[in-house]
């Protein structure tokens, strides 16, 4: 299983990003995915995520900005960020927990690549 992220870049402060990533491989079903961002110099942070079902949860900082989103089909996860701020700029993360690669699998746990998100003033 691999998790990819696409569309970072760079935007002015108001702007907005629209991030998705995709995981592939023999994927049954993907229980929670989830974004996080990682600045220069902190600790990796829960930006927000969202469930098989649909029920999402937002770090506070980012709520009435971000929106979470997932196509369970197509394995794959989006976050639109609007209204960005320089103090959103990181490296963005995605995650999938408890992935199940058959109905009687375990679930196990696979980060996807970074997509680095810059506003400048």
């Known amino acids: 299983v691999q998790l990819q992220a696409f569309g970072g870049g760079l935007v002015q402060a108001g702007g907005s990003l629209r991030l998705s990533c995709a995981a592939s491989?023999?994927?049954?079903?993907?229980?929670?995915m989830g974004w996080y961002r990682q600045a220069p110099g902190k600790q990796r942070e829960l930006v927000a995520s969202?469930?098989?079902?649909?029920?999402?949860n937002y770090a506070d900082s980012v709520k009435g900005r971000f929106t979470i989103a997932r196509d369970n089909a197509k394995n794959t996860v989006y976050l639109q960020m609007n209204s960005l701020k320089p103090e959103d700029t990181a490296a963005y993360s995605c995650?999938?927990?408890?992935?199940?690669?058959?109905?009687?699998?375990?679930?196990?746990?696979?980060w996807g690549t970074g997509t680095q998100v810059t506003v400048s003033q």
């Open positions: 995650k999938a927990e408890r992935v199940r690669v058959t109905r009687f699998s375990n679930g196990v746990d696979y």
């Open positions: 969202i469930s098989s079902g649909g029920i999402t």
């Open positions: 491989g023999s994927i049954f079903s993907i229980n929670v």
